[in-house]
C-alpha cells in the first residue's frame, strides 16, 4: 500500500509533464527573426485568446455592476414616489445649485455635530 501512495504521485507528475512542450515559446524561430521581434502563431493566438477573454469578463463584470445599480436606483425612486412624494423632473426639488461636493459634505458635518452638541 506504501508503494501504491509513493507511484500515485510520480503518476501524475509525469502524466502532468506530457502535455509540455516549446511550442508557442518562439522555439521555432531563427535568431533574426526573433531579433525583429517576429512571433510565432501559437503565441499571437494564445495571447489574443488572453485578451478576448479578459475583455469579455470586464464587459460582464460591467454590465453586471451597471443592472445591479440600476436597480438600486429603481428602488430608491419607487420608495421616494411612494412613500416620499418626491419626484426627480419636479424642478422645485432640484433646482440647480453651485455648491459643490465639498459644500455638501461641510453643510452636512455641521448640522450633524450642532445636533449632537445640543
Known amino acids: 500500500m506504501r508503494k501504491l501512495v509513493l507511484l500515485v504521485p510520480l503518476l501524475l507528475a509525469t502524466t502532468a509533464c506530457q502535455g509540455f512542450t516549446w511550442k508557442g515559446q518562439g522555439a521555432g524561430l531563427t535568431e533574426e527573426q526573433s531579433s525583429l521581434g517576429v512571433r510565432d502563431v501559437d503565441s499571437l493566438a494564445r495571447e489574443y485568446e488572453t ?3 479578459f475583455a469579455g469578463l470586464r464587459r460582464r463584470m460591467d454590465g453586471t455592476t451597471n443592472a445591479f445599480a440600476r436597480d438600486l436606483a429603481s428602488i430608491q425612486s419607487s420608495f421616494g414616489r411612494h412613500f416620499l412624494n418626491y419626484s ?7 433646482y ?5 461636493s465639498l459644500g455638501h459634505l461641510g453643510r452636512f458635518t455641521t448640522t450633524f455635530v450642532g445636533s449632537i452638541i445640543r
Do not use: E, L
Open 51 to 53: 485578451r478576448t477573454y
Open 88 to 94: 426627480a423632473g419636479d424642478p422645485y426639488v432640484n
Open 96 to 100: 440647480p445649485t453651485d455648491m459643490t
